[in-house]
Every structure is written in structure tokens, then in C-alpha cells.
């Protein structure tokens, strides 16, 4: 349960209104939260009381919803009473296989295949009513709780007196102007006045900041409990597309990228609902081998980390730690197995590292080949013409030195000498999958001597998530928009691959710290409620910095009270890196807004989002009368 003050909890039960915590209605009789899981059958009976409810505030806020709903052929045949409450959560699993909102709809029965108008409408036919994942669980996934008053109060008195102060100075400053030096005196007030009402702009928005928590076993509790339809219990939560951006690979080594990719790799997600994709904006053969020599270390690091639940799954911060890495393990085998992934580690870094040099020499070799070979022609052609020997000596031979990939093919991205077609800024688009898409069922390892691997994997999952290679286009005269275009590209590729609904974007060096950020994602996402959120945005945390902070490095003003504080208001902001986003949201229908403009200049206004659900309560008194 959590807290709730006396009279807000009167005032619930007086009117038979919701729970604030879970946001359904309170049950007639009961005293205490307990009762919201004391049995099924009352939680079926009033979700399906739901169903009959007339249509709630939520619905009627997203122009998105009512064009889902529209095609669903289940619900009260064609129109007429309207379905209540739209459980966005439900159609984002997908462990039939079935895409839902937010995906691509691939149809079941064939005869969508036509294209055209027949196969518009056959698409929703083939789609079965998705699980009702509420009913399982109904203890909510999120908390808001508000920062202790014991902290509030000082900072909200203390802002309040420095507003007075203000008053008072500026007020003297104004009633006290220097006859001597006017416009020095003008030009003053003027720069203090502004820096006032910044200030104030400023310090306004602090003043109700909230904490949030979640809870993952609610979210394993709903998504991943074996039920009828799902026996196996595999996870019905939803796909996440893991989106990495690097553009230089001088400037952003190889290794650090590396390390991203596979702290995601790692991550505590179902691998098969997690797709992870790389964008390069160098185009660089070098990121592209780099890449495929993680995608190998990752067979050993992934099942690493899953069989002795390490921590942070990025191999370079975790054999950094200076804190016992012993501590809280048990099993007899991690020593060794570290070891022996340390030491698998420091060969990988030594292979990266060693790649830069193995590309140059490489294509030097194939080069010199190259040009033999064209001048060998040059020599043949000049004979076969006769005579003019020596009139074009050992010169050009027009062959430019290409960069070569280790199959003995051209690199189709930048070049080390740079070339038309081959240079920054100039380049075909490359898509290259490094790890194939996992099978939906788990694959269980087995003894190294068997399975060939480094640890023994017994019945540890070795699946690992999808791993793709993107580089876009990119073509002179055409803007690539740096980061913004980088991250444009991968919207559509990951929607034609993996089209997860949700997807989390990072900078090359920002990895996922803890395991469990995609599934405390996903809480506030799939949560009553949450098809409101747009995006949910991490804080990031730094390292290898000064550890006493003195230049405030560490951000801790703007990641631990503005954002929290924004929160309070509207939301925090998007901070460029670290954030999942509904995919829906990036796809341009327009947000929720809590007041519609109509009529002449907007004048005529409609509230739709009221702090208290009046409407939602007549309802609730009606549909109470009626029982
Ligand atoms: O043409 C480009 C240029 C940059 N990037 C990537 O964009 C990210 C951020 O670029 P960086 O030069 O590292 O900028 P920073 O100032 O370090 O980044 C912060 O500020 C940026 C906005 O200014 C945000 O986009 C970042 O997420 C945020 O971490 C990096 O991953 C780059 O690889 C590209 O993909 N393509
Ligand atoms: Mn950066």
C-alpha cells in the first residue's frame, strides 16, 4: 500500500471516487488497501464494469486513441456505445507474435497481402482481443511521492523572503536615482530588473518538486506470470529499440562505443523484445570492425552477466571498480569465470585497439595489388597500341586507394584517403545486421566443453538481443543534421527491423549504468495512465571526473532538483540522450493538451484536464445507482 492522509481517503470513499495510488475505483466495504488484492473475481467484475462505463476523460484527451479504437471490431460491433477506459498497455505485447499500437501490423490471415482497400480492414480481422494485463496485478507500477515539507517549506520560506527583499531594493534602487550619472543609473536598474525577473522565472518552478519510484515486481507480476493464454510465462512486455549514436571514431574511440553496446546487450530486458542499433555518422569501416568484434566478446559477456548478476554490465567500469567485486557472491565458480572474462576482455580491448592498424595495412596491401594490377593493363594497352613506350611511363594509373574490409571487398562507407563517394559527408547508406534477431523461446547453454563457450553456461539464456550496423547517407549539398538526422535514420530502419513501440536513444559514451532502467522504463510507460507520457528521461550520471565536484560537473542542481521540479509542473525536459520515447509519440500526432482553443481566435475553451474528474465521478454515482 502507501500513504494516503485521512481525508483525502474519506473523500475517495464518500464519493466513491478512485484510488490515488492505482487510480481504480474503491470497492464497496473495504477498510484497507489489502483489499485490492483479495481476489480476482472482484477485479474482473468491475473491469468489466468498466467496459460499460460511458466514455472517460482519459479517452477522450488522445485524437490517437479514438483512431486505434475506431477499426477494433471486437468492442459493441460498429460504434454506437463507446468502450471505456482504452488500456493502451494491452496492445503492446507481443508474445504471439501479434504487433499491436505502436507497431506494424502484420496480419494473420493472408488475403491482406492485396495492398489496397481489402487489405486495410482485413489487417484488424486478423488480430485477436489482447490480454486484459490490469487484471492480474492491480497494485500500481509507479509512485509519486512529494518531497518531505520538512525540506520544502525552508526553500519555499526562504524564496519567499528573498522575493521581498527583492521588492524592497529594487523599489529603493528605482526611488533612488543618481543625478550625476543618469544613464549609468538607468542601464543598472534595467540589468537588475532583468536579472530579478529571471530570477524569478528561475525559482517559480522549484517550488513543488516530486520524487517518483517504481515497482518491478508489479511489472513482472503483470507481464511475465504465466496465464492461460501465455503458459510459458515468456514476457509480454513490450519491444525497446536501443538507439546509439557515434559520428567520429577519433574523437569517440571505438572502445567506449563498445562499452554502450554492450552494457545494452546486457541489460535485464527479454533479449528477444530488445534491439539494439548503431549509428555511425563517420562511416568508418573501423566502428564497422569494431562492432563485430564486440557482437563475438558480447557471446561471452552477455551470459556472464546474467549467470552472476553483475554490476554495471559495462565491462570497462565494472573491472575498473575500486569496491569489492566479491561482495554478495556466492557462487563457487564467479572467480574463476571473472578471471577468465577479464582476461578475454583485455584481449578484446587489444584486438580494438589493433583494428586501426590492421584496416591501414590491409588496405595498403590490397591497394598496392590494385595498382599493380592497373598498371600491368596501362603497360599491356600501350603495347597492344604499339610503340609510344615510355610516353606515359609508370605515372597515373588513376586507381584511388580505396579502404578494404577483410572479405577482400571495397568499404562502401568513408575511406582513410578520402575519395568522391567515399568521404565524410559523401557516402552510400550501409545497414549490416551483427547479431541476427533471437528465437521468441530461451536457448540454454551447457559446459564449455560442449557448447565451446568461455563459462559454463548450464541453464543460463545465451541469446543475445539484435545488434544492427546503420550508417545513413550522406551526400554533399544535402544537410545530415548531425545527432537530430542520425537519430531520424534509425526511426525508420528500427521500424522496418524490430519496430519495438518504445525506444531508448544514447550518446556513444553514456551506458546503462543499471541493468533494470528499461524495465523501470517501461513502468512508467505501461502504467494507468501512461499512454499520456511521451518520453521518460534518465538522469545521467558521471564519471572520471573530479570526485570533490568543485566546477559542479556533476550537474546535481539540474538532474536532482530542476528536473524533479519541473516534474512537478509539467514534466521534465529532454535532455538530448537517455531517453525512452514512445514510438508513437516521434511519429507526429499532436500531444495531449489539458485546455482545447476553439472558436474565433481560440477564445472559447475547453477544459479537459481537471485536477478533480468531476465528470469521471457522476459517472462513477451513476453507474453506482444503477447497481
Ligand atoms: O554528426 C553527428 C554529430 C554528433 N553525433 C552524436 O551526437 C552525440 C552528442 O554529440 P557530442 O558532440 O558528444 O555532444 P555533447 O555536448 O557531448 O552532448 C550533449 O549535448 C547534445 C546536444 O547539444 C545532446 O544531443 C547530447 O545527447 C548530449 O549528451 C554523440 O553521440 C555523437 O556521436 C552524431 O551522431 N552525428
Ligand atoms: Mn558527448
Not at 482481443?129 to 517549506?153: D, H, M, W
Request: glycine content about 8%; proline content about 6%; hydrophobic content about 35%.
Amino acid at each position: 500500500g502507501f500513504m494516503i492522509c485521512e481525508e483525502c481517503y474519506m473523500d475517495c470513499v464518500a464519493a466513491a471516487g478512485n484510488c490515488p495510488g492505482c487510480k481504480e475505483a474503491y470497492s464497496a466495504g473495504s477498510d484497507t488497501d489489502d483489499s485490492v488484492d483479495e481476489d480476482d473475481d472482484d477485479a474482473i467484475s468491475s473491469s468489466e464494469e468498466r467496459d460499460q462505463m460511458p466514455m472517460t476523460s482519459m479517452s477522450k484527451r488522445f485524437s490517437m486513441v479514438h483512431s486505434i479504437k475506431m477499426p477494433m471490431p471486437s468492442s459493441n460491433g460498429n460504434g454506437g456505445g463507446k468502450p471505456a477506459d482504452f488500456d493502451h498497455a494491452r496492445w503492446l505485447f507481443e508474445t504471439k507474435g501479434t504487433y499491436g499500437y505502436g507497431n506494424a501490423l502484420w496480419p494473420k490471415n493472408e488475403h491482406g497481402g492485396g495492398g489496397n482497400t481489402a487489405g486495410a480492414t482485413s489487417g484488424f480481422v486478423g488480430i485477436e482481443e489482447p490480454p486484459n494485463f490490469g487484471a492480474r496485478c492491480r497494485r500500481p507500477l509507479t509512485r509519486k511521492t512529494s518531497v518531505s515539507q520538512a525540506i520544502l517549506s525552508p526553500y519555499r520560506m526562504l524564496i519567499a523572503i528573498r522575493l521581498v527583499a527583492l521588492g524592497f531594493f529594487l523599489a529603493w534602487r528605482i526611488r533612488h536615482p543618481n543625478p550625476d550619472a543618469m544613464w549609468l543609473w538607468a542601464l543598472s536598474v534595467t540589468c537588475e530588473v532583468w536579472f530579478a525577473f529571471s530570477w524569478l522565472l528561475d525559482s517559480l518552478p522549484k517550488l513543488c518538486p516530486v520524487n517518483r519510484s517504481c515497482d518491478l515486481d508489479v511489472l513482472a507480476d503483470r507481464f511475465e506470470l504465466p496465464t492461460a493464454r501465455n503458459p510459458k510465462g515468456r514476457s509480454d512486455l513490450p519491444g525497446i529499440d536501443v538507439f546509439v549514436s557515434t559520428a567520429d571514431p577519433e574523437k569517440e574511440p571505438p572502445l567506449v562505443t563498445a562499452n554502450t553496446i554492450l552494457s545494452i546487450l546486457a541489460a535485464d530486458y527479454p533479449v528477444e523484445k530488445l534491439a539494439c542499433y548503431l549509428s555511425d555518422d563517420g562511416g568508418a569501416l573501423l566502428t564497422f570492425e569494431a562492432l563485430a568484434e564486440t557482437a563475438s566478446f558480447a557471446r561471452t559477456w552477455v551470459p556472464f552477466c546474467r549467470k552472476h548478476g553483475v554490476e554495471p554490465r559495462c565491462p570497462e567500469s565494472y573491472f575498473g571498480q575500486k569496491r569489492d567485486f566479491l561482495k554478495n557472491k556466492v557462487r563457487l565458480d564467479f572467480v574463476r569465470e571473472r578471471r577468465k572474462v577479464k582476461r578475454e576482455y583485455d584481449e578484446f580491448k587489444v584486438r580494438v585497439n589493433s583494428l586501426t592498424e590492421a584496416i591501414r595495412r590491409r588496405s595498403d596491401a590490397y591497394n598496392a595489388g590494385e595498382e599493380l594490377r592497373a598498371r600491368r593493363r596501362l603497360q599491356e594497352e600501350a603495347v597492344a597500341a604499339g610503340g609510344a613506350l615510355g610516353a606515359a611511363p609508370l605515372a597515373e594509373t588513376g586507381a584511388v586507394k580505396g579502404t578494404w574490409m577483410s572479405d577482400g571487398s571495397q568499404w562502401p562507407g568513408t575511406w582513410l584517403t578520402g575519395a568522391t563517394d567515399h568521404a565524410r559527408g559523401d557516402h552510400a547508406g550501409i545497414i549490416q545486421a551483427m547479431l541476427a534477431p533471437p528465437t521468441s523461446e530461451p536457448v540454454l547453454g551447457g559446459v564449455p566443453a560442449e557448447s565451446g563457450a568461455l563459462i559454463d553456461t548450464t541453464g543460463v539464456d545465451i541469446r543475445l538481443p539484435m545488434l544492427v550496423y546503420v550508417s545513413r547517407e550522406k551526400r554533399p549539398g544535402y544537410d545530415h543534421n548531425k545527432k537530430a538526422g542520425a537519430m531520424n535514420a534509425l526511426v525508420r530502419t528500427s521500424a522496418i527491423m524490430s519496430n519495438g513501440p518504445f525506444i531508448l536513444n544514447l550518446d556513444c559514451d553514456h551506458y546503462v549504468h543499471n541493468s533494470a532502467a528499461l524495465r523501470e522504463g517501461m513502468c512508467y510507460m505501461l502504467d494507468r495512465g501512461g499512454d499520456r507520457v511521451c518520453y521518460v528521461q534518465f538522469p545521467q550520471r558521471f564519471e572520471g571526473i573530479d570526485p570533490n565536484d568543485r566546477y559542479a560537473n556533476h550537474n546535481l542542481v539540474f538532474f536532482d532538483v530542476a528536473m524533479r521540479a519541473m516534474d512537478g509542473l509539467q514534466g521534465p525536459m529532454y535532455v538530448g540522450t537517455g531517453c525512452i520515447f514512445r514510438r508513437t509519440a516521434l511519429y507526429g500526432f499532436s500531444p495531449p493538451r489539458a485546455t482545447e482553443h476553439h472558436g474565433w481566435l481560440g477564445r472559447k475553451k475547453i477544459k479537459l484536464f481537471l485536477r478533480k474528474p468531476t465528470t469521471g465521478k457522476k459517472t462513477d454515482r451513476e453507474s453506482d445507482r444503477r447497481r
